[in-house]
């Protein structure tokens, strides 16, 4: 393939506007305005060559509908980029991997497993130890989050009641430190979550040469409720942020202004709730718990702390 000539002025400019745009479309699962800055980069750089920048655009357009669950369209776009890229790319790496994830959501383990080992064999092609080291800790941290997050989907379990959890969210709030509170979480974690974790660990483990095994964060048991409270409150934040952190809702614009009625009117929990609900999330205890740390941090602080990661790396970031 021909290489592509640089990127002129006017391209950079434009990019520079909407690549900062669609990459935040993954926090809020905003996936129509991803598909239309994504049509606008694509009609920008098409005439131009610009093929391998038109595939990264796509990836996050890609993980904008996985976070928006929708699956099917996630699904298949990853499919395309790993067909239209090399193995040996970071592209490709990551279309790999965040397929992965959405097998993983969908409770496909088979396919989720396959994925994850071609991910894995991918990986040793990044030649810097720290960047594999890198991809290694945040490719399995993300995949033990989602673990986390399936194991506490239960379709069959009645819905949150918010009385319930704005009652025992006052009571952390008034009893508990921000470390009790993640105990807390981390012990209301379910035996699928924790066999969830196991499974993930031990299939990413075994397909890793030695040398690559200290690269790898430390295990998550049942054990290490603190440890897990955390890991179960970074799975959950993508949930809580959108419920709560979305500029343009009312209850952010009331929760920024310090505004009483956000606590008294029970919209912090409420928003948890109604969020949890949708995914079929029914643990009183860790929506709760959510709550109770959103109502301790505040909402700049709680909004920028637990604002959602992409899974994705920066392209200045070369290996």
């Known amino acids: 393939m021909q290489k592509p000539p640089p990127l002129t002025k006017a391209q950079k400019e434009k990019l520079a506007v909407w690549g900062p745009q669609l990459k935040l479309c993954v926090k809020s699962a905003n996936f129509e305005k991803a598909k239309i800055i994504t049509g606008q980069i694509q009609e920008l750089l098409r005439p131009t060559g610009h093929e391998t920048m038109i595939l990264q655009a796509k990836n996050w357009l890609y993980e904008t509908a996985m976070e928006a669950n929708t699956l099917t369209y996630a699904k298949m776009g990853f499919e395309g980029t790993i067909q239209k890229s090399s193995p040996k790319t970071r592209l490709n790496l990551e279309a790999t991997s965040l397929l992965a994830i959405c097998y993983l959501r969908e409770q496909n383990s088979d396919k989720a497993r396959e994925l994850i080992i071609k991910a894995i064999n991918n990986i040793n092609n990044i030649k810097s130890d720290e960047k594999r080291r890198q991809f290694h800790r945040r490719l399995l941290e993300k995949l033990e989050e989602e ?41 209301a974690i379910p035996q699928k979550s924790i066999d969830l974790l196991s499974e993930v660990r031990n299939t990413y483990k075994l397909r890793l040469p030695a040398t690559d095994r200290k690269f790898l964060p430390p295990p998550l048991t049942e054990d290490t409720k603190e440890e897990l409270g955390k890991r179960a409150n970074s799975a959950l934040k993508r949930v809580a942020w959108r419920a709560l952190c979305n500029p343009e809702s009312d209850i952010y614009k009331a929760w920024t202004q310090g505004l009483s009625v956000v606590y008294d009117k029970k919209y912090i929990a409420s928003a948890i709730v109604a969020s949890f609900n949708s995914l079929s999330i029914s643990a009183t205890m860790i929506a709760a718990s959510a ?16 604002a959602p990661n992409s899974m994705m790396i920066d392209r200045r970031d070369k290996s």
């Open 291 to 306: 709550a109770a740390l959103a109502i301790k941090y505040g909402a700049e602080v709680f909004c920028e702390t637990f």
């Open 147 to 187: 673990s986390i997050l399936v194991g506490l989907v239960d379709k069959s379990a009645a819905p949150l009641e918010l009385t319930e959890v704005d009652k025992e969210a006052v009571r952390l709030v008034m009893s508990k430190s921000e470390s009790q509170i993640l105990v807390e979480m981390g012990r």
